[in-house]
């Protein structure tokens, strides 16, 4: 695979038809894309110092020459996923990670260390996923929404009130749990804090794509270096942010191109430029980085999409950590005061399982407010207060943890170039924002000047990778189409 660490310092200016700005996979997919139909007059601005994006794959000790991933982690579903398509041609896949004693068990314990029935749990299952399926219609069968509700928190909620009256006590309380903890795994999947914050109304406009999902063990940025080998080496340039777009085509010369400033000084003129750049980003600097100022849907559709914080911990033991047969432990939090606990303490409880990817390594993930905070702590913090939290729940059940040897933790939060992990849509705002994201900005002639991918620009399949790809092809189309007149 190629190694894109070169560097094209030679000259302060440089002309071209296309600039794409963001090495993510949307942004090298479309370049990908039009390098294979010939359209060869284009440069990759990348801010940082490697091309993947919010794809990242990490080495780790304890995997033994697998990659762990400290941004996308699955392909989800088979079925008219690119990325699928480029993994089985390239011989990538797994259906799991391998481990010398991992199983397909799941154990489910409380804080008190008790083990809480499977049959229980199935049965909270089956009525979540139901009333999940019943949020998704609202959508996609275009049917208001009941007793004015605005979030699918509070609609499931409700919902699975009206199954729980035959319940009490312990029972009563251990279910409702349960139902806390299946909203949690939804959240982070969702990308929001919780999922109060989730418009009902919308929630089905993002699509599922069947089939099971797949782990990539050479790593997932494997497939955006795939991709990027079509690109020569001196058109993907590392360690250039862009501090400024002129898009005025009448307020400079240099043939009335598009001007694209770097903070390293150099600047890049075009006819045209793709901006794949996170929402995150865009949020944070669309009001600095475009001149003349993006028009007010553009703008608007910025402000009322929101950008999640999904984040990882990575644990490293010096020995097996989870029983024989046990790939995942799932914590079963009384998280009915949280949100008037200290987030110091309180955190950890936004970890509602952790899986095993190898014998000796797991894995966790949380998402919103503790996200964010896990982000300001540091690694001996981190591994701390996890280690502690699993030895609550686990000391019925098998009391002896091996010794952490090592933490390591994912802050998309506070990574500069993406500002956060995907998009969601929040209450209050419609799924079309989405749509609105991915309109191309015009000029006079109506050609597109300034068009837009990312995860956030697919109305489908937002805040997924194989969205983001695709939304890179489907950019790439309009280009060549647009330059065949």
Not at 209 to 236: C, M, N, R, T, Y
Request: hydrophobic share 35%; glycine share 8%.
């Amino acid at each position: 695979m190629a190694d894109f660490d070169g560097r094209n310092d030679s000259e302060n200016k440089s002309h071209h038809r296309l600039v794409i700005i963001g090495g993510g996979i949307s942004g090298v997919s479309a370049g990908h894309d039009l390098m294979k139909a010939g359209f060869t007059d284009f440069v990759i601005l990348e801010a940082s110092e490697r091309i993947g994006g919010r794809i990242k794959s990490i080495d780790v000790n304890g995997l033994q020459g697998q990659k762990a991933e400290m941004g996308a982690n699955w392909i989800h579903g088979i079925d008219l996923n690119p990325i699928y398509k480029i993994a089985v041609e390239n011989n990538l896949l797994a259906t799991h990670y391998s481990g010398r004693k991992l199983g397909q068990k799941i154990m489910f314990l409380t804080e008190d260390g008790a083990p809480v029935n499977t049959k229980m749990v199935a049965e909270v299952d089956w009525d979540f996923g139901i009333i999940m399926g019943t949020c998704e219609d609202f959508y996609q069968s275009q049917i208001p929404t009941p007793y004015g509700q605005e979030s699918v928190g509070a609609y499931v909620e409700h919902e699975f009130e009206s199954k729980l009256q035959k319940y009490h006590g312990r029972e009563l309380e251990l279910r409702r749990m349960i139902l806390q903890q299946r909203l949690l795994g939804e959240s982070i999947i969702s990308g929001c804090h919780l999922m109060s914050e989730l418009a009902l109304s919308e929630v089905g406009s993002f699509q599922e794509l069947p089939g099971v999902h797949f782990v990539i063990p050479p790593g997932f940025e494997s497939i955006v270096h795939i991709l990027a080998e079509s690109i020569p080496k001196d058109q993907i340039l590392l360690d250039h942010p862009v501090s400024r777009i002129d898009w005025d085509r009448d307020s400079h010369d240099e043939n009335r191109q598009i001007c694209i400033e770097c903070q390293n000084g150099k600047k890049f003129y075009c006819d045209q430029v793709l901006c794949t750049v996170s929402l995150g980003y865009l949020k944070r600097h669309a009001g600095r980085l475009f001149s003349p100022p993006l028009p007010e849907v553009k703008l608007d559709a910025i402000s009322r999409l929101k950008m999640g914080v999904v984040d990882k911990v990575i644990l490293e033991f010096d020995g097996q950590v989870l029983p024989d047969g046990v790939f995942r432990l799932e914590m079963i939090w009384d998280r009915s005061n949280v949100e008037n606990e200290d987030i110091s303490e309180s955190w950890v409880k936004k970890i509602g399982c952790y899986e095993a990817i190898s014998d000796n390594v797991l894995v966790g993930w949380l998402c919103g407010r503790e996200a964010e905070y896990m982000e300001s702590l540091s690694e001996e913090q981190v591994g701390r207060q996890c280690v502690d939290a699993i030895k609550k729940f686990t000391r019925k059940a098998w009391p002896k943890i091996p010794k952490l040897k090592r933490v390591i933790q994912s802050k998309w939060k506070q990574n500069p170039y993406t500002c956060g992990s995907y998009c969601y849509v929040p209450c209050g705002t419609l799924a079309e924002e989405v749509d609105n994201m991915a309109e191309p900005i015009l000029d006079k002639d109506g050609k597109p000047i300034i068009l837009f991918a990312g995860e956030a620009t697919h109305g489908q399949f937002y805040s997924s990778s194989h969205g983001a790809l695709l939304s890179g092809k489907r950019e790439a189309e309009r280009i060549l189409e647009t330059s065949a007149h």
